[in-house]
């Protein structure tokens, strides 16, 4: 049997439930490395290497600059990944390795004493983390057959909510200030568990070696107006994200007025996981039978709401309640969007090229919302606007994804 046979077959298969969690496992990995690292540990490590006055611009600048490195790896790893002929097949080394690169960035972050090492250490990991998550999201395309592309997305948006729920429980007891390193062990554990699962059980091929060289580049890629608008809307969702995500916790310990940061964030990101987790798995299969758009607009308005009422009304309990509309939006919009990306792919053979290529819609946004946030925070909390400013951007980012994503013309 030839590989184009065996990828044929790959795609006629209907997936059982053990299948989608074998393929999903690694997100639950990816996330429980992501959850707590940027809304907690992350600020963390900041404060204790930076002066307070200047605490926002240097959080900002550590993850800008190791984001940086990652929106340039993910669509290059994507790209080399596509064309891999290793007998482990087109997905696995860079799964693998990518995690072992990041699990040695991980390990070291800790151990470091100036805000240069930290910033080092940080783009081990991101560099790590593309590289593998690059290759990862070439699976589901690769295996998905196109009737059950909702129902994946369900169950990635449904891993993904695990993850970092599990993340954030993990770091409510083992993350204090001064005490991060148990964590970042648990965290490189359980992204090499996940990545060597992901290698054992799931299927893989080396790229046909009569596949030729596409000539459309990254940069045509995104001359499919559909994939445009879909990279964009995607860009606009994911600056709010990232713009809440870093520096919530400076929020609440400087704008509530909490000492107990990490807690506090920690049970306001529990929460908001709490509504993510009721609306991933049901909005993904819902997807499929009524469309995409409508659930990633109706998504994207929630969390616009979510982010207003962190500048009208900057109370506890009103931050606790809004974390409820918040989740359920992001839980919607991660499960849905990922089954609209796989709709609207350009080139069908280079799908982990492509999805590199909308990997940096979310990249590119990483590197940009901590930037722009500890600007916007350095010069406007002199006059009381620092943190209004931020969420106002959030707000404003995720109205303008609500509306556009209605552009994508191909797809429900």
Same mark, same amino acid.
């Not at 240097?58 to 993850?63: F, P, Q, S």
């Not at 340039?72 to 696995?92: E, I, K, T, Y």
């Not at 919530?248 to 909490?258: E, K, P, S, T």
């Given at each position: 049997m030839s590989l184009m046979q065996e990828g044929a077959l @790959?795609?006629?298969?209907?997936?059982?439930?053990?299948? !989608?969690?074998?393929?999903?496992i690694y997100w639950f990995s990816l996330n429980f490395h992501w959850g707590a690292m940027l809304a907690v540990v992350l600020p963390i490590e900041v404060l204790g290497r930076s002066p307070?006055?200047?605490?926002?611009?240097?959080?900002?600048?550590?993850?800008?600059?190791?984001? @940086?490195?990652?929106?340039?790896?993910?669509? #290059?790893?994507?790209?080399?990944?596509?064309?891999?002929? !290793?007998?482990?097949?087109?997905?696995?080394?860079?799964v693998l390795g990518g995690a072992l690169i990041n699990a040695a960035g991980l390990l070291w972050m800790p151990r470091t004493t100036s805000l240069f090492a930290l910033a080092a250490a940080f783009v081990l990991v991101q560099l790590g983390n593309n590289i593998?998550?690059?290759?990862?999201?070439?699976?589901?395309?690769?295996?998905?057959?196109?009737?059950?592309?909702?129902?994946?997305?369900?169950?990635?948006?449904?891993?993904?909510?695990? *993850?970092?729920?599990?993340?954030?429980?993990?770091?409510? @007891?083992?993350?204090?200030?001064?005490?991060?390193?148990?964590?970042? =062990?648990?965290? $490189?554990? #359980?992204?090499?568990? *996940? $990545?060597?699962? =992901?290698?054992?059980? #799931?299927p893989d091929t080396p790229a046909p070696e009569h596949q030729t060289s596409s000539r459309m580049s990254w940069i045509d890629s995104l001359r499919n107006p559909d994939?445009?608008?879909?990279?964009? =809307?995607?860009?606009?969702?994911? @600056?709010?994200?990232?713009?809440?995500?870093?520096?919530? $916790?400076?929020?609440?310990?400087?704008?509530? *007025?909490?000492?107990?940061?990490?807690?506090a964030t920690l049970v306001v990101s529990s929460i908001a996981l709490g509504g993510s987790l009721a609306s991933a798995l049901l909005a993904g299969a819902l997807s499929d039978r009524i469309g995409r758009k409508g659930i990633v607009s109706v998504a994207s308005l929630a969390m616009a709401v979510a982010f207003l009422f962190f500048v009208v009304a900057p109370t506890w309990n009103v931050i606790l309640t809004v974390g409820v509309l918040f989740g359920l939006g992001y839980g919607a919009y991660t499960s849905v969007d990922w089954a609209l990306a796989l709709d609207v792919l350009p080139d069908k053979n280079r799908v982990a090229r492509d999805l590199g290529v909308w990997g940096f819609s979310s990249t590119l946004p990483q590197t940009l919302a901590p930037l722009i946030g500890g600007v916007l925070l350095y010069w406007l909390a002199p006059v009381g606007w620092g943190y209004s400013g931020i969420f106002l951007l959030a707000t404003l980012s995720s109205l303008a994804a609500a509306v556009l994503v209605w552009r994508i013309r191909s797809v429900r």
């Open positions: @790959l795609f006629e298969k209907t997936l059982s439930t053990r299948d !989608h969690l074998n393929l999903s307070e006055a200047s605490k926002g611009l240097a959080l900002g600048l550590v993850a800008g600059v190791g984001s @940086l490195i990652g929106m340039v790896a993910q669509p #290059v790893a994507g790209a080399f990944s596509d064309r891999c002929r !290793h007998r482990w097949g087109r997905r696995r080394p860079f593998s998550g690059a290759a990862y999201q070439g699976y589901i395309p690769d295996q998905v057959p196109s009737q059950q592309r909702g129902k994946a997305s369900g169950y990635m948006g449904l891993m993904s909510m695990l *993850g970092t729920v599990s993340s954030f429980g993990v770091a409510a @007891l083992l993350v204090s200030p001064g005490k991060t390193s148990p964590f970042y =062990t648990i965290l $490189a554990l #359980v992204l090499l568990l *996940g $990545a060597a699962v =992901t290698v054992w059980r #799931v994939f445009l608008w879909l990279s964009i =809307t995607r860009a606009l969702v994911m @600056l709010a994200l990232y713009a809440m995500v870093t520096f919530v $916790a400076y929020f609440i310990r400087d704008r509530i *007025g909490l000492p107990n940061f990490v807690g």
